[in-house]
């Protein structure tokens, strides 16, 4: 089946140091399947950070990177600088041919000052 | 923009007991979709429906009911509460089922306890 795996939190990383966060995916039903990244942040609902639906490119939003790539079927959340206000729980997902959207377990950050 | 509001945002509940929650949106979207999600992992899709009238179930149907009373309302019902179950229930929506492109649009959630 369709399914995503994601880095294992939570991840503790300082201010202004650099994250990943991994994201690899498996894709059956679909060559080339949608990927997302939402985010929920503390007392917040979960919502959508950045998507890409091209193989080979990249989305951005908030400072955060993420490249599809096809051919290690990874879609990796990458930031160079991280601020306090970035921690948060970060959920990879995929959606297929059928409509349907996977997500991951979610990855809680957690940024110290 | 709109907003998806949840209720109740707490849920206490007995062992068999009937738990209803409810979701409303004012996007206008055609799709609404509910969600559980335990502790530490992921979203499982438990119903959803692609327009007014219309139910589908997801993975983790078995145990719950679902009812799209209008476009902008979806409700799920436990129909049976299971002993010291913990879990939140995520409704989400979107503008519509033709591509998995579209973004999903959360509400904030109702946790439930059953004592």
């Known amino acids: 089946g369709d399914s995503v795996t994601q880095t294992e939190g939570p991840v503790t990383v300082s201010e202004s140091e650099s994250l990943i966060i991994n994201c690899t995916y498996s894709?059956?039903?679909?060559?080339?399947?949608?990927l997302f990244w939402y985010v929920r942040y503390p007392g917040e609902g979960l919502q959508l950070l950045l998507k890409?639906?091209?193989?080979?490119q990249k989305g951005s939003s908030r400072g955060f990177e993420a490249t599809y790539n096809k051919e290690t079927t990874s879609f990796h959340l990458q930031k160079a600088s991280v601020q306090e206000s970035d921690s948060a729980v970060y959920y990879c997902a995929l959606g297929n041919s059928n409509n349907r959207i996977f997500f991951g377990d979610g990855t809680q950050l957690v940024v110290k000052p | 923009g709109g907003i998806i509001t949840q209720t109740p945002k707490f849920l206490i509940g007995q062992e068999g007991q009937k738990l209803t929650l409810k979701c409303q949106q004012n996007f206008n979207h055609d799709t609404m979709y509910w969600y559980r999600q335990d502790s530490g992992k992921g979203l499982r899709l438990i119903y959803y429906s692609i327009t007014e009238n219309d139910l589908q179930k997801g993975d983790l149907s078995e145990g719950y009911d679902a009812s799209r009373e209008k476009k902008s309302s979806f409700s799920l019902t436990v129909t049976s509460a299971q002993k010291n179950e913990m879990a939140v229930f995520l409704c989400?929506?979107?503008?519509?089922?033709?591509?998995?492109?579209?973004?999903?649009?959360f509400g904030a959630g109702t946790r439930l306890s059953v004592l």
């Open positions: 894709a059956t039903s679909i060559a080339y399947p949608n």
């Open positions: 890409v639906i091209t193989a080979g």
């Open positions: 989400a929506s979107s503008m519509d089922w033709f591509s998995s492109q579209n973004t999903l649009y």
